[in-house]
C-alpha cells in the first residue's frame, strides 16, 4: 500500500509501487488528490492480479478496443481502412448517445437498438451486413483477447438480400443496344478504349487503374494478371487471376504497346486514369446515349458477368473471373484454366459491333 507524508510546506508527498514495480515519489497540493492517486495505482494492481487469476475482465473503453482492433487491419487497403473507420465511428457515436463508455457495458439490448437503428435508415440490406460484420468482428476480437465472456452480437442475424424483380436486375447491367448506343457518341478513342475493357475483362476499377505492362500484360499468352504488388493490394487473395483478353481486347492493348511497354498500361492524355474522372465522363456519354439508367463504372462490372451467361460459362467459370472469393470448400479446389475460357468469351466483343 503507498504512503502519504505531510511536508513542512503543506505539500503531501506519497510513495506507492505500480504493478511492474517502479516506484513513483509524487507531491500533490491536495491530501484528496494524493489519496486519488494512491488508490488508482492500487486498484490496477489488485485488477491485474484478479484478471491474472480469471477472477476479472479488463475494463477498456469503446475507443479503446477500435484502436486495438483497428491495429490488426494494418495490412489491409487503405480504402478498405477507410470503410472500417467510417463504420466505427458511426458505432461509436451510437455509443455515445447510449451513454455507454466501456466495450465492458455494451448488452444485447444495446446491440438490439443498434439493428434497429441501422434497418431504419433503410439502407441496403448489403450496406446494414456491411455495419454489422464489423461491429460483430470488433467485439469477436475482444472476446477472443478475453476482455469480454460474450458478443452482445451473437444473437442477431445478417439481413436476407431482397429478391429482385427482373426490372431491378435489368437495372444492374447495359444491354446490349445500351452498349451499342453508348459507344456510337464522339468521345476519344483512349476513353473508349478504358471503358471498352472494363466491359470486356469485368476487371474492377482500381485494378484497371494500377495494371501495369512489366506485371500484368502477357501479351503472347493473351493474358491480363491481375496481381498485388508493392504498389497495389488486391481487394482479396482471390481476387488474383489470369484475364484472358478477347480479340477486341488483344487488338486494343497491342496497340497501345506500340506506344511504350512501362508503367501504367491505360493512360488518358498522358496520364494515368483516375476513377472520378472515369466516373464523370461515363455519365456524360450515358446522359448523351440517352441511357436512363444511374452509369456508374461498376456497371460495366456487372454487365460482364450478365453477359457472360449469354456466352455460356458456368456460375464457377464467371466467380473466378470476376475474383470472387468461393462460397464452399469445393470452390476451393475448383481449378480454372483461363485458356479455355476464351473462345467463349469472344462473343463478348460482338457487344461492340
Not at 460459362?313 to 464467371?318: D, I, S, V
Not at 473471373?321 to 479455355?340: A, Q
Request: some cysteine.
Amino acid at each position: 500500500m503507498g504512503t502519504i507524508k505531510t511536508l513542512k510546506n503543506g505539500k503531501f508527498l506519497i510513495t506507492v509501487y505500480d504493478l511492474y514495480g517502479k516506484r513513483h515519489r509524487i507531491r500533490f497540493d491536495k491530501h484528496r488528490d494524493a489519496n486519488a492517486y494512491i488508490n488508482r495505482i492500487e486498484k490496477e494492481k489488485s485488477e491485474n492480479k484478479l484478471m491474472a487469476l480469471g477472477l476479472y475482465k479488463k475494463i477498456v473503453t469503446i475507443e479503446e478496443s477500435i484502436n486495438d482492433f483497428m491495429k490488426t487491419k494494418i495490412s489491409i487497403r487503405e480504402r478498405t481502412t477507410k470503410t472500417y473507420e467510417r463504420f466505427y465511428n458511426q458505432f461509436y457515436s451510437f455509443c455515445k448517445s447510449e451513454k455507454v463508455t466501456t466495450i465492458n457495458e455494451f448488452r444485447r439490448e444495446h446491440a438490439d437498438s443498434f439493428y434497429q437503428k441501422l434497418i431504419s435508415f433503410n439502407s441496403a440490406p448489403k450496406t446494414i451486413n456491411s455495419y454489422l460484420l464489423a461491429v460483430k468482428s470488433l467485439f469477436e476480437y475482444c472476446l477472443n483477447k478475453d476482455i469480454i465472456v460474450i458478443n452482445p452480437f451473437s444473437h442477431i442475424s445478417l439481413v436476407r438480400n431482397k429478391i429482385k424483380t427482373l426490372i431491378e436486375r435489368e437495372e444492374e447491367y447495359y444491354d446490349k443496344n445500351e452498349i451499342k448506343n453508348f459507344f456510337s457518341q464522339n468521345m476519344d478513342s483512349e476513353l473508349a478504349n478504358v471503358f471498352k475493357i472494363l466491359l470486356l475483362t469485368g476487371m474492377r476499377i482500381s485494378e484497371l487503374e494500377n495494371l501495369e505492362w512489366e506485371q500484368g500484360i502477357d501479351l503472347t499468352g493473351k493474358i491480363i494478371k491481375i496481381r498485388s504488388n508493392e504498389k497495389y493490394k488486391t481487394k482479396t487473395a482471390t481476387s488474383e487471376r489470369d484475364i484472358p483478353m478477347t480479340e477486341s481486347a488483344y487488338e486494343i492493348i497491342s496497340k497501345l504497346s506500340n506506344k511504350g511497354t512501362t508503367g501504367p498500361v491505360f493512360k488518358i492524355k498522358g496520364r494515368k486514369v483516375k476513377e472520378r474522372t472515369l466516373l464523370s465522363k461515363c455519365k456524360s456519354i450515358a446522359e448523351k446515349a440517352m441511357i436512363t439508367k444511374n452509369a456508374t463504372l461498376h456497371k460495366w462490372r456487372h454487365s460482364f458477368a450478365s453477359h457472360l451467361v449469354n456466352a455460356g460459362l458456368n456460375y464457377e467459370e464467371r466467380q473466378y473471373l470476376m475474383g470472387h472469393k468461393g462460397e464452399t470448400m469445393t470452390d476451393r479446389y475448383t481449378k480454372i484454366d483461363p485458356k479455355n475460357l476464351r473462345e467463349r468469351m469472344n462473343e463478348l466483343d460482338k457487344l461492340l459491333e
